[in-house]
């Protein structure tokens, strides 16, 4: 079976069900392809290849999970207040300190506690600057009547220079995220589980590090996943051409990669020669071999022989004890 996107399309633009099933299946559960891969090699089963997934994955997928964002964001956008929403906002970086790669920032309405957006900022965007991206992702925000944030200078100051600011922008947002958000979003308010009896189902656990205390939580109902068969509906029927734009769309704003911040890059050839050069090379021995071998027989030589106590001396004269007299010190007789 194959579905093709158009009925004049080319033999390029048709794309197999089969390759295109297990693609959705590992990119909407949140898996990569290296485990699913290897899950396959361990079944011996035959399964697309590392290329087709990555390929697929930019053709279709992408483009699909970027579409169903902004029609989900603009109706969240729609059932909220027109007149202002009180959102908390923070980012969170690809990792601690200064050598993050990018950004999430993320806005929740306090009232619904659902994500109403999110932006990704790579730090490609920020000239290479990890602390500028958080603040580069709040201004790409909507406007807001209240905040909640951590304690960010650069937040602060930005929040009282944004006046008359609105802006939409979904640009940079990273499909794995986003389909966080939907999973988020759809599972935000989930009823407690009804025991047999028609009870709350309320589970109590006593954990280690409190001591023995016990902990009561209310078991709810396990998530749903409605977002899925949407995103594979549309999928499965959305034309190569809406696919096309789409992709171009975000393709054009994806920043350039950070090499291309050097210029004056050497090419491939000079690269291996340099390379090739550098491993041949006979590192000299420092110091030299005769040096080394003077320095070892000398300290054999030292270690062969006995080692020489250190004269005993008296404390009153420093003189040594040998042919001092036992119960009179020198010292003290001049003294006296």
């Not at 996107?5 to 390029?12: A, F, I, S, T």
């Not at 633009?13 to 990119?27: E, G, R, T």
């Not at 690269?271 to 420092?286: C, G």
């Not at 054999?300 to 005993?312: F, G």
Request: with cysteine.
């Amino acid at each position: 079976r194959v579905m093709s996107c158009q009925q004049d399309c080319k033999k390029n633009q048709i794309a197999y069900v089969n390759n295109l099933q297990p693609l959705a299946a590992i990119l909407l559960s949140g898996n990569n392809f290296t485990k699913f891969d290897l899950l396959a090699k361990f079944l011996s089963l035959e399964t697309i290849s590392e290329s087709v997934f990555y390929k697929s994955q930019k053709l279709y997928c992408c483009p699909a999970i970027q579409n169903m964002w902004a029609n989900v964001k603009t109706a969240v956008h729609s059932y909220l207040s027109s007149s202002g929403v009180t959102v908390a906002g923070g980012g969170r970086n690809s990792s601690p300190g200064h050598t993050a790669c990018y950004c999430v920032y993320t806005l929740m309405e306090e009232t619904t506690k659902m994500v109403v957006d999110i932006e990704v900022i790579d730090k490609r965007e920020t000239g290479g600057k990890s602390a500028a991206m958080e603040k580069l992702a709040m201004s790409r925000l909507l406007t807001i009547s209240h905040v909640v944030t951590d304690a960010s200078t650069s937040i602060k100051a930005l929040v009282r220079e944004m006046k008359g600011v609105w802006t939409w922008n979904n640009k940079g947002v990273d499909e794995r995220h986003v389909l966080a958000i939907l999973h988020f979003n759809e599972n935000v308010k989930r009823e407690t589980h009804q025991s047999k009896d028609g009870s709350d189902n309320i589970k109590v656990t006593y954990p280690k590090f409190k001591a023995g205390e016990e902990v009561v939580r209310e078991v709810a109902v396990p998530p749903t996943y409605r977002y899925v068969d949407e995103m594979r509906n549309l999928l499965f029927s959305w034309s190569k051409t809406a696919m096309t734009a789409v992709s171009k769309k975000y393709k054009s704003m994806v920043p350039e990669p950070l090499n291309h911040q050097f210029p004056d890059r050497v090419d491939k050839a000079t690269a291996v020669e340099r390379h090739l050069k550098r491993k041949n090379a006979e590192t000299p021995l420092y110091p030299k071999a005769e040096a080394q071998i003077a320095l070892e027989s000398h300290e054999c030589q030292a270690s062969s022989e006995p080692p020489r106590k250190k004269a005993r001396t008296c404390t009153k004269c420093g003189q040594p004890r040998k042919g001092h007299p036992r119960n009179r010190c020198l010292a003290s007789d001049l003294t006296g």
